[in-house]
C-alpha cells in the first residue's frame, strides 16, 4: 500500500518570506509519479507539477521549486518570495505503476497562509 | 473549455435522502473519479472507473454507488445520506497513461443534516 505523510498542518509567513512544504512518501514500487496540487480559497485543485521516480532532477519554475530525493523519499516543495495569492492548502500525491489505474494517494494537505 | 464540470455544487440533505451527484467532462478522458475531502484527511477515493460501463472501489466506497453510461459522464449516488457523508465531493479525470496529471472539478459541497 501506498501512503503520503505532509506533517506541516499549517504554514504561517510573512509576504516574501520562503516557505517550504515537506512531502514524504511510502510505496514499494521502483516506478512511481508524484503529483502536487494546488487548492485555493475558491477550492478547485490546480495540478502544479509531475515527476517520475527514474527523473531526479529537481525543476525550478517561477517562483516555485521542488527538490525530489529518492534517498530519503522526500519530495518537497519551496515557495520563494511568498505572496498573498499563494495562500492555498497544497496537496503531495502519488501513483504507482503497478496500479494500472492511475489512483492518486494524498497526503492530508499543508495549509499555506500568507499574510502582508 | 469546461474541462470536468461537477453538478450541484452545493447540497443540504436530509439524513436517509438520496441524491446523485454528475460529473460530465469534455477531454475525451478513459479514466474519471470520485474523491471526497475531509479536514485533516486530504482526498481519498470513492469509486473510480477505467471506461464506460466499468466502474471499481476505491478507498472508502461503503454508502455510494457509481455508474458510467457513457464516457463523459460518471455519476455518483448516496441511497440514504448519512451525516458522515458531510463532505466536499471531487470528481476527477486523466488520460489513460499514468505519467499524467488528473484534471479536478470544482468541488461539490454536501451536508447531511
Known amino acids: 500500500a501506498q501512503k503520503v505523510t505532509q506533517a506541516q498542518t499549517e504554514i504561517s509567513v510573512v509576504e516574501k518570506e520562503d516557505v517550504t512544504l515537506d512531502c514524504v512518501y511510502e510505496t514499494r514500487d521502483t516506478t512511481y509519479y508524484l503529483f502536487w496540487y494546488k487548492q485555493p480559497p475558491s477550492g478547485e485543485l490546480v495540478f502544479l507539477i509531475r515527476r517520475n521516480s527514474f527523473d531526479e532532477q529537481n525543476e525550478i519554475s517561477g517562483r516555485y521549486s521542488w527538490n525530489f530525493q529518492k534517498s530519503t523519499s522526500s519530495f518537497n516543495f519551496t515557495i520563494t518570495a511568498s505572496q498573498v495569492v499563494d495562500s492555498a492548502v497544497y496537496f503531495c500525491a502519488l501513483s504507482v505503476l503497478t496500479d494500472s489505474w492511475g489512483k492518486l494517494q494524498f497526503g492530508a494537505g499543508t495549509q499555506v497562509v500568507v499574510t502582508p | ?113
Open chain 2, 1 to 113: 473549455n469546461a474541462g470536468v464540470t461537477q453538478t450541484p455544487k452545493f447540497r443540504v440533505l436530509k439524513t436517509g435522502q438520496s441524491m446523485t451527484l454528475l460529473c460530465a467532462q469534455d477531454m475525451n478522458h478513459e479514466y474519471m473519479y470520485w474523491y471526497r475531502q475531509d479536514p485533516g484527511m486530504g482526498l481519498r477515493l470513492i469509486h473510480y472507473s477505467v471506461g464506460e460501463g466499468t466502474t471499481a472501489k476505491g478507498e472508502v466506497p461503503d454508502g455510494y454507488n457509481v455508474s458510467r453510461l457513457k464516457k463523459q459522464n460518471f455519476l455518483l449516488g448516496l441511497e440514504s445520506a448519512a451525516p458522515s457523508q458531510t463532505s466536499v465531493y471531487f470528481c476527477a479525470s486523466r488520460i489513460q497513461g499514468l505519467n499524467t496529471e488528473a484534471f479536478f472539478g470544482q468541488g461539490t459541497r454536501l451536508t447531511v443534516v
